[in-house]
């Protein structure tokens, strides 16, 4: 690998963490101001969660849940893909490795495209792009996720409780990081970057820093 460093529209930028953690809004902007396509990964699994539920399907069901991802007329535009049925639907069909396998030339495929892109979800700098020049994982505590998470559902007009939502993030941080295919875990070669005492204007300001900051220094060899 040279040590020059690529024109900023050719590079990939992967973005993962935890739900709820703020990585799809810094995802956003980090590709808003690169001018660089943008991927968020859980949109695909909350799409085999739709279907899934739409044909009613059995998320315990491995077999099931790979059908659901022959994803047909399910539109990532559709509303319903962000319920809460449909993340936990997500959560517990993404630990299937026949479920990750059918998802992930799509999601290499947009990697690999000509200027480059910005993916975010939780295996990104891990598994779908390990050779991404810039690789962020974006965390906060659990209570502070939850908060956020708590206030995005007020904010649409939906009836919960915070304390079920914080139940809920644990959950998902526990099969997130404890499956066996593809755990949430940060690349060895990313930058962290805690955002819980941060308003998200810094968070996104912090996110530019460190990849222009990335992208001046030596260039390493990509670690896993
Ligand atoms: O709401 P949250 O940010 O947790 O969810 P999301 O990013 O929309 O992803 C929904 C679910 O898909 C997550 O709970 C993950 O278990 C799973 N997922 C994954 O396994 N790998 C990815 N690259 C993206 C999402």
């Known amino acids: 690998m040279s040590d020059l460093v690529l024109p900023v529209r050719s590079i990939v930028i992967a973005v993962d963490g935890p739900a709820a953690s703020g990585k799809g809004t810094i995802a956003r902007a980090l590709a808003d101001y690169y001018g660089l396509p943008h991927m968020d990964t859980g949109l695909l699994y909350r799409a ?111 009836q919960v409780h915070y304390e079920d939502v914080l139940l809920d993030i644990r959950a998902r941080d526990e099969r997130d990081s404890g499956r066996a295919a593809a755990p949430l875990t940060m690349a060895k070669d990313a930058i962290l970057l805690d955002t819980s005492a941060m308003r998200v204007e810094a968070a996104i300001a912090e996110a530019i820093r460190a990849v222009a900051r990335s992208r001046s220094g030596p260039r390493t060899s990509p670690a896993r």
Do not use: W
């Open 48 to 158: 085999a969660a739709l279907n899934l539920v739409r044909f009613g399907g059995d998320p315990g069901n491995e077999f099931e849940a790979v059908r659901a991802c022959d994803l047909g007329s399910v539109s990532l535009d559709d509303d319903e893909l962000r319920s809460e049925l449909v993340g936990s639907y997500a959560s517990r069909i993404s630990a299937y490795p026949a479920v990750r396998a059918h998802l992930l030339d799509r999601q290499r495929a947009f990697a690999a495209q000509d200027g480059g892109a910005v993916l975010d979800g939780r295996d990104i700098g891990t598994v779908i792009a390990p050779h991404a020049e810039v690789k962020l994982f974006v965390t906060a505590t659990p209570e502070i996720r939850a908060r956020r998470r708590f206030d995005e559902l007020v904010g649409m007009a939906k």
